[in-house]
Structure formats: C-alpha cells, structure tokens
C-alpha cells in the first residue's frame, strides 16, 4: 500500500486502540513512523548513491515511483541492499523475532511494534503476484501471496473512502465519549 495510507491506517488504529489503553502523544508518533518506515528504508541505499556516489536524483526519483520491468538502473550493490532491507522489514519472520525479543526485555508487548506489523499484514494482501508480492516470509522464501495490487484505480479509491469512513467514526466515538 502506499506509504500515506500505511500511516493513516496506523492513526486510525492507534486512535481507536486509544479508546481503551490511553497512550502517549509519543507511542503514537512512534507507532505510526514504524507503520510508514518499511517503505522508507528501502530508499536510504539509492539515495546514499545520489549523494555520495555517481548517482541521479532522477533514478531516485524513478526508484520511488517505479512498476515492474521499469526501475531504473542501478548498481548492482545498491540494489542488492535495497532489496534485502525491503525483505527485512516487510518479513512477518524478522517482526516476529524482534517482537520477542522486545517483549522478553520489557517484560510487555511494545504497542508501536502493532505499526510495523500493520505494515506487514496490510502489504500482504495489497501486492499481487504481479506487483512486488510482498516477501511475508523473508528469508524463508521471497514469494509472497497473490493479493489486490494498492495501485488498482478501484481499489485505491475504496481503501481511502474506507479511511475516510474510518476516521470518522474514530473522531464521532471520541466526541461520544468526551460528553
Ligand atoms: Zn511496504
């Protein structure tokens, strides 16, 4: 999905959530940048080689916007990074492990984890087959399932009309709730 509905949805979720555990203005900060940074990191080795190596601002750009068969070309390291941080992040395998291992330290499930894993399970239905199938079970395997792809006319307008539905009801349940 993209990166804006990525962090709608994790407003609205912690919005929502907040109705019974209150948080701070800062777990939900927090929680919604987890939900936006997997298809954040992705950039920072194309945007490393504009800066410092021979790179152009015009094949970050394409990177960013790109459909398959037509990203632009570039370094074969800068590629293999790019990649296998976008596996990483988007991995229900690597989010399940930090997940345990935060929770064993604090002693508690670390609420702004639910962002990034709202990252990964939303990911997981809004690829296709045909459109970057998001690699749930890095490093396992890099195949992912055969969703709806984000970026289908229909679809984008149903899933930000579904925001808008669901961002008002947080907001009208919140005003219930104050009176
Ligand atoms: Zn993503």
Redesign the pocket.
Known sequence: ?DILA?SLWAGVGIAALGRRLPFTRRTAVITISLAAL??VLQMLPVIGWWWLGDGTFAAVRDFAIAVPGQEPLLPSAVLFVSHHLHCTV?SAVVAGLVTALVWYVRRALWIPLLGWWS?IVI?VFTHSADYYA?PVLYPITERGFDGIAWNTPWFFVANYLALGAAGLWVWISFKRGRT
């Open positions: 999905m990525h997997p298809d988007h990252h990911d998001s």
